[in-house]
DNA sequence: AGACGTTTAATTGTCTGACAAATGAAAATT
DNA sequence: AATTTTCATTTGTCAGACAATTAAACGTCT
């Protein structure tokens, strides 16, 4: 493992650099043990506090997991799909939210990935997939729910239907999508009206999905993307009216 | 900005979650200027190792960005589209490399997300997009391509294909799917028959494409899958018998 | 011999203090 | 007024030390 001695940046992040190169290339296995902090000071000839920013800044990437004690040390990490969840939906919201995305560029991105896996969802939905659906889909019926338990109702029922499809990598990809939405979502104010028409379409979607009706549970799905795009205009057409009174 | 102190987890991580909350919640603005080092370990009552290597780990994904000299200090970084792209490839490689995810779980994630873009495309695709998307076929076409640059052009043309949609949230979440296939591909020895026939329907798509036919483009979205499915089944049945043998 | 406590060595986590390098602002000089 | 010099601030790096943790080696008692 070499580092480059001629740039100008940071050594912990050319030794960052070098180990998650190793590490994608393979030549680090998954599990396999790190030389200790102070083996790695020695062959990088740098300090252990460069050694320590290195490892670091590749466990803040869930690439390798320390543990203390006699047999401790630094290990590659198997990157699973619930580890990259978390990160993907952080970073997903950050670039949402730091990028001044529009709500329409956002929840037409969201919907078009979700379509994208209905037609799978109709094909593979387990029991469970289909119970957990019908269960969300009854909460947002109580009344004195607050919009953020809405949001928050409506995202677990959009992860069931993703999660329907029996795809991990889909899932992955869906998770960043449909959460980093919630904040933006949590802006509207859904009225008794609009929840009526949010979790009637709820139904037909899961009706769809349960008759393994993927035409349907498409169309089902156009008309709710359609319908939260024109609640968000709504939204932005009385703050405009609002501003300019 | 308080940390909880009485977790067992390392001090540099709480405190990075610390931060790491803060931007997300907006308290900390993009280019605000964080305490400096020897600041925030007073404030946080630890040394200022400890503080680098919370910086450290904020700095790994691209949250914070660091200047030395008298008015530097570490600032909350824009996170842009252009960066988290190299994070979501490395990560979705890993993924799939590090979970024995297979070669037809993969491909069927990636087209059924290249297949929601496609609509998407076909509206409003540029002479750019479709330029590049040319450009691509021919150079699939040259004689002498090795698999390996086969593939990059592929990507690349998928990648035209997305971009094509206008919709900088799914160009983000697709480049992990698109790239990520890339080392599973290269697996494929692409004989001179089955090139002819991807760059074919490559062409057919971007015929669709320009013609802005949404319904056949995905309908030679969708040849390509499988087709590409039937290449990776010949080359793990070629494998098994020669195994066998 | 076997079960159970004790010591010990290895390793990460944290702290202290120091110096080098970069960099913009202030001060001095022409 | 323009330019050069000095200086204060901040990050980057190093060396050495000690605390906390952990498993293995060792010893002791039954």
Redesign the pocket.
Known sequence: MKIDTTT???????IAKAIRDAIISGALPVDER????????DQF?????????A??RL?AQSLIR?????????FVNRLRFEDAYGQQITTSTLLLSMNDVSFATACEARYALERACAPLSATRRSADHLATMRAEIHRQGQPGLTDEAFCASDVAFHRALVDAAGNPVLSYQLAGAVEAMQPLMNMITFTARSREMIIGLHGDIADAITAQDAEKADMHLAALASYTQQLAQDVIAKRNARHNA
């Open positions: 100008s940046t940071d050594l912990s992040q050319q790190l030389p200790s902090e102070a083996e790695l000071a000839s740098v300090s252990r506090p460069t050694v320590r920013e490892l670091k466990a320390t543990q203390r004690g006699a047999t401790g040390g630094a």
